[in-house]
């Protein structure tokens, strides 16, 4: 079955880069998604990257895929005590009934020290 | 600004009482997925609703959760009895057919005392 595995926790000082690793099982995801938790709230969508690319950079993040080893990771450059959060790591994986799910992998969290 | 509503925010009740969770997805998504949350299993998806129809709700315990979605604006899951080990944050999420990205309510946290 799927499995989204991530570490569960990274500490950085502040203005540091952060880079966040997670390994995911499903070889026909198509889209592969980070999402950030941050205390007492949703999920946010931060972003995501099409299974055909290796890197997608968006401002302060950088997303590098390694669809060979099946590995994901999300750069966040300068980090700021705003970026403190749980980030989850999804893959898209299709349902019996038709349709996509997300599989999301335990999250990390990410504190930002001064 | 589009977005996905969640009432209540909070539930505090008593084992053995029903609890009903209301979801709002954004206007004109076509999916509706329901989330639990706890520290023990992480994210778990619970259904699934495309065009309103259930698609997937394999994991959902059947003998007790209810999911259903009575027009496109509300999807609800209903819990009847509740149950202690019932006491997670529970997201609703909502997208379009076709399109793998979800959007999540801010959740309802539930506790069954």
């Known amino acids: 079955g799927e499995d989204v595995e991530q570490s569960l926790f990274l500490s950085v000082r502040e203005g540091d880069s952060s880079v966040i690793n997670c390994t995911y099982t499903d070889s026909s995801s198509t889209y592969l998604y980070w999402y950030k938790q941050e205390p007492g709230a949703g999920l946010q969508l931060l972003t995501y990257?099409?299974?055909?690319?290796d890197m997608k950079q968006d401002q302060r993040l950088t997303v590098l895929l390694n669809k060979k080893d099946k590995h994901l990771s999300l750069r966040i450059a300068d980090t700021q005590t705003g970026d403190s959060a749980i980030y989850f790591c999804a893959e898209s994986t299709i349902l019996t009934g038709g349709g996509n799910k997300l599989t999301f992998g335990t999250g990390t969290q990410l504190k930002v020290e001064l | 600004d589009a977005r996905v509503t969640q009432t209540p925010r909070h539930k505090v009740t008593e084992m053995g009482q029903e609890v009903t969770m209301r979801c709002q997805p954004i206007l004109g998504h076509n999916t509706v997925f329901w989330y639990r949350q706890t520290m023990m299993q992480g994210l778990e998806l619970l259904a699934y609703?495309?065009?309103?129809?259930?698609?997937?709700d394999s994991g959902m315990p059947k003998d007790r959760f209810s999911a259903e979605m009575p027009d496109a604006t509300l999807a609800t899951l209903k819990i009847q009895p509740s149950e202690p080990r019932d006491s997670a944050v529970y997201f609703c999420?909502?997208?379009?057919?076709?399109?793998?990205?979800?959007?999540f309510g801010p959740g309802t946290r539930l506790t069954v005392l």
């Open positions: 999420a909502s997208g379009l057919v076709g399109r793998d990205t979800q959007y």
């Open positions: 990257i099409f299974s055909n690319m």
């Open positions: 609703f495309r065009n309103r129809a259930p698609l997937d």
